[in-house]
């Protein structure tokens, strides 16, 4: 018989064994982190070629020009200036009261009025005190009297004491109530100068120079000499002075000044600090630290001619301590900082920058003292130095983009200063 033939059975196609299969799903993860870090590699590399400006040696005369800001280092003077806060107080401020009882018939005087001293502001009841004085002149006249007809009996005793005509005893009483009709008479005239004085004082008249202010007290009033809060204030405004704080480290330098016999001008700026308002001149400061701040008080005075300065008033402080004179000058914003300390960029002939360092002294905001690194004549980078390196080339460009001028800043005032990168 012819037999069929008998084929081996043959296993689904999912059971296949898929062995080459399985080694390309091994190769992909590899292959994939591979590409993974050669990407990341060339991405790290562009960026820090990218980052790093070229060297002046390698790229200086192909590299693009940077643009830049110059100004020129100059001569002249720069002001040290100590900047402060300030409270304004008067020289004189009194509350004028009266010094005896009585009624007020007459108000002679307009609220904010400049007075001076001894223009009348009221006027009190002046009846009793005139029959107080009138007794007393008359107490006086009758005493006076009785002293003059004992001085007569005393003459006429010591004649007759010298004849033997009176007694021993007679002369010295009449002599005791002489006296006596002395001090009767002193007492008296005392008595009518406290009268007139009283007097006087129904005349309220302005103890000082000042400006008055708001009446406290009406006309037809009963005053006495304990009244709290009197008639009215009077407040000095002119001459006016200014009190303000500066640390003790300062105090040296002012105190040498000041005992060399130099004059120390102030200037008063306003709250905001962008409009001056006053010029006066240091007058003292105080005689102790205070310990809990490290500060010592200053006083200043003002004319204060125009009115510009009132008590209590908040003002910024502006002193000169001293000027240096003839001296090397450049502008704030210069100024770098770095690994060599304090640098500028000079530009040089060639259209190139060079790293010069400086040695800086005081400055007033907008312009520092060069005390060493740099020359009258020298051009500096002043606007444009953020990416600048030694040797980089430059092109230079106007401030048209620059803004207007800033006002005076006085206490804590802005100061233009760039933090330049190392070179």
């Not at 708001?214 to 006309?219: E, G, I, S």
């Not at 105190?255 to 962008?274: E, H, I, K, N, W």
Request: with cysteine.
């Amino acid at each position: 018989m012819n037999q069929k033939p008998v084929f081996p059975k043959l296993p689904p196609d999912s059971e296949v064994p898929a062995a080459p299969v399985r080694r390309s799903r091994l190769r992909s993860p590899v292959i994939w982190l591979l590409l993974l870090l050669v990407a990341g590699g060339a991405l790290w590399w562009s960026r820090r070629q990218a980052a790093e400006p070229p060297s002046p040696a390698r790229g200086g005369r192909t590299a693009v020009p940077m643009s830049i800001v110059p100004e020129i280092v100059r001569k002249g003077d720069i002001a040290i200036n100590l900047d402060a806060l300030g409270t304004v107080t008067s020289l004189a401020t009194v509350t004028v009261r009266s010094q005896i009882s009585g009624q007020l018939v007459r108000i002679d005087f307009k609220e904010g009025q400049d007075v001076k001293k001894g223009d009348l502001l009221a006027e009190i009841d002046t009846r009793p005190y005139e029959a107080v004085l009138a007794q007393m002149k008359g107490q006086l006249a009758r005493d006076e009297a009785l002293l003059k007809g004992a001085q007569v009996d005393l003459t006429r005793y010591q004649g007759l004491s010298a004849q033997n005509a009176v007694s021993r005893q007679t002369l010295d009483t009449q002599t005791a109530l002489v006296a006596q009709y002395e001090g009767t008479v002193a007492a008296d005239r005392a008595q009518v100068n406290a009268a007139e004085v009283n007097l006087q004082y129904c005349r309220i008249v302005a103890p000082a120079d000042g400006r008055v202010g708001l009446r406290q007290v009406d006309q037809g009033n009963y005053v006495t000499p304990g009244d709290t809060n009197g008639l009215v204030v009077i407040t000095q405004l002119a001459p006016i002075s200014v009190l303000f704080t500066m640390p003790e480290d300062n105090l040296q330098a002012i105190s040498a000044r000041l005992r060399s016999g130099a004059t120390l001008p102030v200037t008063a700026f306003d709250r905001a600090g962008a409009k001056r308002i006053a010029e006066g001149v240091l007058q003292t400061f105080d005689s102790q630290i205070d310990s809990t701040t490290g500060t010592i008080k200053l006083r200043a005075q003002f004319g204060n001619e125009a009115r510009t300065l009132y008590p209590n008033q908040f003002v910024n402080i502006r002193l000169l301590v001293d000027t240096h004179k003839d001296v090397t000058l450049m502008p704030t914003a210069g100024v770098q900082r770095g690994v060599p300390g304090t640098f500028v960029y000079l530009v040089n002939a060639d259209a190139t920058v060079s790293v010069r360092k400086v040695e800086l002294g005081v400055s007033d905001g907008e312009h520092v003292e060069v005390r060493s690194g740099l020359n009258p004549g020298d051009a500096i980078v002043i606007d444009g130095a953020d990416k600048l390196r030694d040797g980089a080339k430059i092109s230079v460009r106007s401030e048209s983009g620059a803004g207007p001028a800033q006002p005076e800043q006085p206490a804590g005032g802005r100061r233009r200063q760039n933090g330049g990168r190392q070179p």
